[in-house]
């Protein structure tokens, strides 16, 4: 969803603004702190920029208002962690932006719901898997992987739904009866390039995905 391209009258615009400032220098100190930490995180970072780019041009139009397409914002903060998805977001959607055109005052509404959202709710899902689940490889790859990518496209395109039909003067039964469900049933596939592709860096490469370590090969020990 192309949420910069839309129509925001200039309160949304100015409160997203006023949302996302503080919201984007939380996240580049915390980066800035983790970075010796999950160095191998920080050097993905340009490659993962790149293919969220190609992933985001990749995209079909219904009529003149809706345009969706693949996100892969659940599976940057799962392979270099909530404050640098956020950073390397950000790029993504200025570099996006003039791509298209489309006005620069959009870009932090845009960042928000597509960024921010998606990297805050797959994390969420994480640390809720981490907390009540046993840490095993396939919950890993399936309840944090697979579960949480598509929980992050579902609110993401819930989110962009609902601006779609407030801002946009889409009829509500369009926006939800027709839209939504195509933007569901993508993020099926979401799930599924996400799964796919945390499993092969887990298998090659699992220093790259700083959301993953030793403990999730067995199963976390109960106390007596």
Avoid: K
């Avoid at 997203?16 to 984007?24: D, I, R, S, T």
């Avoid at 969706?68 to 950073?87: D, E, K, N, R, Y």
């Avoid at 797959?122 to 907390?131: E, F, K, M």
């Amino acid at each position: 969803m192309d949420v910069a391209a839309l129509p925001a009258p200039v309160v949304l615009t100015l409160a997203a603004w006023a949302v996302a400032l503080p919201l984007f220098a939380l996240a580049l100190r915390a980066a800035w702190r983790d970075a010796a930490a999950h160095r191998e995180a920080m050097l993905i970072v340009p490659a993962a920029v790149f293919v969220l780019c190609v992933l985001w041009s990749i995209r079909a139009n219904v009529g003149q208002a809706f345009a969706f397409h693949l996100l892969g914002s659940a599976g940057l903060a799962l392979a270099v962690g909530w404050p640098l998805a956020l950073v390397g977001g950000a790029v993504v959607v200025v570099l996006m932006t003039l791509i298209h055109g489309t006005p620069l005052a959009g870009a932090a509404l845009a960042w928000l719901v597509q960024i921010a959202l998606p990297a805050s709710v797959a994390t969420g899902v994480l640390v809720l898997v981490a907390r009540n689940l046993p840490r095993q490889l396939f919950v890993y790859l399936f309840a944090v992987g697979v579960f949480g990518a598509f929980a992050a496209f579902a609110a993401t395109a819930l989110a962009g739904i609902a601006l779609l039909a407030v801002v946009a003067d889409v009829p509500a039964t369009t926006a939800f009866e027709e839209y939504l469900p195509m933007l569901l049933i993508l993020g099926f596939g979401e799930a599924t390039l996400t799964g796919m592709l945390l499993t092969l860096a887990v298998a090659y490469r699992p220093h790259w995905v700083a959301t993953f370590d030793a403990s999730w090969l067995a199963e976390r020990e109960t106390p007596p």
